[in-house]
């Protein structure tokens, strides 16, 4: 853990995607698997190429690689996804979680505009993607919150052709919980395949795996590679890798919520929790409670946590909440969670997170399973310039132009004068060649 002063914080939360060092545990990992030193970057390439020129045979061999499972069928059948079942409080849970997104997202603001006026019309059309596909994660964990967090947002949004990937179990199946809200949410097609081997898929298309017009959904960082590798074969929504927090919290603070908020968010692998406060006293205590809560937590999950605890945590002491919100605005969170004094007074400070989470009955772990809001939101410092998953992510705006002639007349000599000033002559006598008439 390693405690920062304000000014050593500036420089060290400062992020730029795709620089940050890679953990020495990931370079072994990798080198073991490979037999030969690569770069997270080269490994991602390597198995792009290979997908897009072998199709299925490719993917069925990395997944058998890298998720030591073999599957004789990529997609999950008929039979299985009917055949899921779980505890039916599980089931009650999920339906109430998916009530909510869709909930909240059928408030977004999405449709389009035309006006219609003495001058013409002008206006932006809205449609849906026509086929899109979540990536759900499941390398150490199945997150079936994931699969609702994005799935039922392209519903809103109109997609009618939803694909889900997700990598294999051990026994080459999906979890039940994940094919029963598919089925929920009325999703047919499913793929056992994880890592760049699926992004890879999706986005050139097998002979099994159709290729989509867009591959959103969160993931480690050979997904999160592979995603910004292949955008512009495909569409992307942002760049949503291993999960962050930064918590701000002052002397009314409990060192307990503290301490578990940190802990859960510590629990995603190569997450990175931040506690950023004006109280020592805090600092103290949130020092004390985290040994005692890690040591109460069950294994594997203690396990994650430690390490991520003890390798990530960072703890920055500032002189006041101004400061911490600088730094807040520097870092550009996936999530912020304030538990501070009157936390509403300062949401005008935020310029830059995934999510705010305002005040101790705000936990980020709600936000991860109900709430209402997608938790798929921008890591690595993309905050500064990309948002949550969000129903605008699944649907594209078309302009419309239809200006009559009384506008064709105000505006076309500037339109001309402009084409020429470009060297663009044939532009400008479109124009004219309308205004003699
Ligand atoms: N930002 C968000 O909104 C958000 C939301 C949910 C989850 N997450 C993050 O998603 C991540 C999920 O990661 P995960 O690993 O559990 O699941 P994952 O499904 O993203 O990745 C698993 C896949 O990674 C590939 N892989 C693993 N090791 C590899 C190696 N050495 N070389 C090449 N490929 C390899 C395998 O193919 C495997 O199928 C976590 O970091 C979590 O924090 C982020
Ligand atoms: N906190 C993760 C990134 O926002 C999402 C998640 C899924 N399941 C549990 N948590
Ligand atoms: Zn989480």
Redesign the pocket.
């Known amino acids: 853990m390693k405690i920062l002063t304000y000014q050593q914080a500036r420089t060290a939360l400062k992020r730029n995607f795709g620089e940050e060092s890679v953990p020495e545990s990931m370079l072994e990992r990798i080198e073991k698997t490979f037999g030969e030193k690569l770069t997270p970057e080269q490994v991602v390439d390597r198995i792009l190429q290979d997908v897009k020129t072998r199709g299925d045979e490719a993917l069925k061999e990395w997944t058998r690689k890298l998720d030591r499972v073999h599957v004789e069928a990529l997609q999950v059948t008929e039979e299985e996804l009917q055949g899921a079942s779980i505890e039916p409080e599980l089931h009650a849970a999920l339906q109430q979680s998916i009530g909510r997104v869709e909930h909240f997202h059928q408030n977004q603001p999405t449709s389009g505009w035309i006006n219609h006026t003495e001058a013409g019309a002008l206006g932006q059309i809205v449609r849906p993607l026509s086929r899109v596909a979540v990536y759900v994660?499941g390398g150490s964990?199945p997150?079936?919150?994931?699969l609702i967090?994005t799935a039922v947002i392209a519903k809103v949004a109109g997609v009618p052709e939803i694909i889900v990937a997700t990598p294999p179990d051990k026994l080459g199946k999906v979890h039940p919980a994940i094919l029963v809200a598919a089925r929920e949410i009325g999703i047919q097609k499913i793929f056992k395949m994880g890592g760049a081997q699926a992004i890879g898929a999706l986005a050139y298309g097998t002979e099994s795996v159709p290729q989509v017009d867009k591959i959103v959904g969160?993931g480690n960082t050979f997904v999160v590679l592979a995603k910004r590798k292949v955008f512009g074969q495909v569409g992307i929504e942002s760049l949503?890798g291993p999960?962050e927090?930064l918590v701000i919290a002052d002397e009314t603070a409990s060192a307990s919520f503290v301490v578990a908020d940190l802990l859960?968010?510590a629990?995603?692998v190569g997450?990175e929790p931040v506690l950023v406060t004006p109280s020592e006293k805090l600092l103290y205590a949130v020092q004390e409670e985290l040994e005692s809560q890690l040591s109460a937590l069950p294994e594997p999950n203690q396990g994650w946590a430690r390490e991520s605890v003890k390798e990530r945590m960072k703890i920055v002491i500032v002189e006041n909440l101004q400061q911490a919100f600088e730094l807040n605005n520097i870092y550009a969170p996936?999530?912020l969670c304030l538990l501070i004094e009157n936390p509403w007074e300062h949401l005008g400070l935020v310029e830059s997170a995934?999510g705010v989470f305002v005040g101790e009955d705000s936990m980020?772990?709600l936000?991860?399973?109900i709430a209402g809001p997608s938790?798929?939101?921008p890591?690595g410092g993309t905050a500064r310039f990309s948002s949550p998953l969000n129903v605008r992510d699944f649907q594209k705006i078309i302009s419309v132009v239809g200006v009559n002639r009384k506008t064709l007349q105000t505006t076309g000599p500037a339109a001309a004068q402009i084409a020429r000033a470009e060297g663009l002559e044939a532009h400008a006598r479109a124009i004219e060649v309308r205004l003699q008439e």
Do not use: R
Request: no cysteine.
């Open positions: 994660p964990a997150l079936i919150s994931t967090m969160p949503p999960t927090t859960a968010q629990e995603h997450a996936e999530h995934g980020e772990a936000g991860d399973y938790h798929v939101m890591t």
